[in-house]
């Protein structure tokens, strides 16, 4: 039955290619102007550098005791100093096609901390050996293909893509490369970008396999994805989607359901299908008054449920609503996340997303808590000059109840603030530091899923060509 639908599935996205395609084709067939026509070598000289050189130090400050073997002692502070390379060149179109090659090389410089390598994403047991007596930053070394692919470009306003690709969709919640992490996410397959229709963007596509930040590459499934964005104005978007996962095990594992076998019949939750569908709609924007003067507001809602044999507990909703106001180089905003639960049994989850850049900073719930999250926060930016500053403040709530390590019932997570410092030295060159700090409140939970008190810092330096 799974190898059926995932088939059936398939063939619907193979039919969306291959229809955007011949209806792009009829409607710009007469309108088509030849393109310049270059020689090979021309498509070479004259195409886009895909290097670039990130150099960081991340500190981190947990709370609490080391895992086993060493759970008598206090955690220690993960000092992590990478170098991160990209080197990369795609070519301009050469009879409609272009090519990208791109190798990625993470290197340690200090590893004094846990890269979290043994085969699972996100689980209390996910520890790089020998270094578990030290907090994690999940940015292990690594030399590899990043990008691999060909675009076409035959039919106007229209791109097919095949190969090993970086995505990033609407604000990356759902579909993004975590390119903040060293080792970012990339996928494996063919997707479409379709302009074609006047202000309206169609991006679906068919993937294979994915690489995870922690070097780990899954291909048991493949992803399904399909997003339409329709333009209101220049800085106005009204947007649908859908997300198809029948990746069975994409390394969440016990982060998702619970340790052990808890409301699992006996059963292993750390084998539980992950496989899910998530189906939402967007409307996102920025509507200026004036030069000088601007509202900001987003309304999003989106259902999750279980897919192709996955888990029958996944099912939960997500809303986000929040807006504000933009004055000249100044900008404030309040916002409200909710990742619902199944009453305690399962919570919305984000496989595929820049999780990084919700929730905080400092990572506490890259897997939401089977209780849920209801996040609500406000964010503050300014520009000045070649410098870029941004605060925010999280009140973390649960959506249902957890019990509470000490005994009792809670719902309040913890608090949190981060700040950055952004320089733009030139066009080339950029510095950072950041700084995010999480505050316990209710103890959620006992032992390794605790959601201590954690600091973490961030000097970076990037140079792109």
Request: no cysteine.
């Amino acid at each position: 039955m799974q190898a059926n639908m995932r088939f059936t599935l398939r063939q619907v996205t193979l039919s969306l290619l291959i229809g955007t395609a011949v209806v792009s084709a009829s409607v710009h067939a007469e309108e088509s102007a030849p393109l310049p026509e270059y020689t090979f070598m021309d498509a070479i000289k004259t195409g886009k550098n895909l290097t670039s050189f990130r150099l960081r130090y991340e500190n981190v400050q947990q709370d609490g005791n080391a895992p086993a073997p060493f759970a008598t002692r206090p955690l220690e502070d993960a000092n992590a100093f990478t170098l991160r390379s990209l080197i990369g060149w795609q070519t301009a179109p050469y009879h409609n096609f272009s090519f990208a090659a791109q190798i990625i090389n993470v290197a340690k410089l200090d590893d004094d901390f846990n890269d979290s390598t043994n085969g699972t994403l996100i689980n209390a047991a996910s520890n790089q050996p020998n270094k578990a007596q030290y907090a994690k930053v999940v940015d292990p070394d690594i030399t590899d293909i990043n990008q691999l692919y060909v675009d076409w470009t035959g039919i106007r306003n229209n791109r097919v893509r095949a190969g090993r690709q970086q995505i990033i969709l609407d604000n990356s919640r759902f579909i993004g490369d975590i390119g903040f992490r060293q080792d970012m996410q990339v996928f494996d397959g063919v997707s479409v970008l379709s302009k074609s229709i006047p202000d309206t963007e169609v991006y679906v596509a068919h993937l294979e396999s994915v690489r995870q930040i922690n070097t780990k590459t899954r291909t048991d499934g493949a992803l399904e994805v399909a997003n339409v964005r329709y333009r209101i104005s220049p800085t106005e978007f009204l947007i649908g989607y859908g997300y198809f996962s029948s990746f069975d095990d994409l390394g969440m594992g016990n982060a998702w359901f619970g340790a052990g076998a808890l409301n699992n019949a006996g059963k292993p939750n750390i084998a539980a299908n992950q496989s899910n569908k998530v189906l939402g709609v967007r409307l996102d924007g920025i509507h200026p008054f004036n030069p000088n003067l601007r509202a900001l507001y987003t309304a999003e809602y989106a259902k999750q449920d279980n897919y192709s044999g996955g888990d029958s507990r996944i099912d939960a909703d997500y809303y986000k609503l929040g807006g504000g106001v933009g004055i000249d180089n100044f900008s404030i905003r309040l916002d409200q996340e909710l990742l619902s639960s199944n009453n305690g049994l399962y919570a919305f989850q984000t496989p595929f997303g820049t999780n990084h850049l919700f929730q905080g900073w400092v990572d506490k719930f890259l897997a939401t808590p089977k209780e849920g999250i209801k996040d609500t926060f406000i964010t503050g930016t300014y520009k000045y000059g070649d410098f870029l500053f941004f605060a925010d403040y999280h009140v973390f709530n649960s959506d249902v109840d957890f019990v509470k390590a000490t005994g009792g019932k809670g719902d309040r997570y913890g608090t949190e603030w981060n700040a950055a410092a952004t320089y733009n030295y030139s066009k080339n060159i950029m510095t950072k530091l950041e700084y995010g700090e999480y505050s316990e409140d209710d103890q959620y939970l006992a032992t390794a899923s605790r959601i201590r008190d954690t600091k973490k810092l961030w000097l970076t330096a990037m140079y792109t060509f």
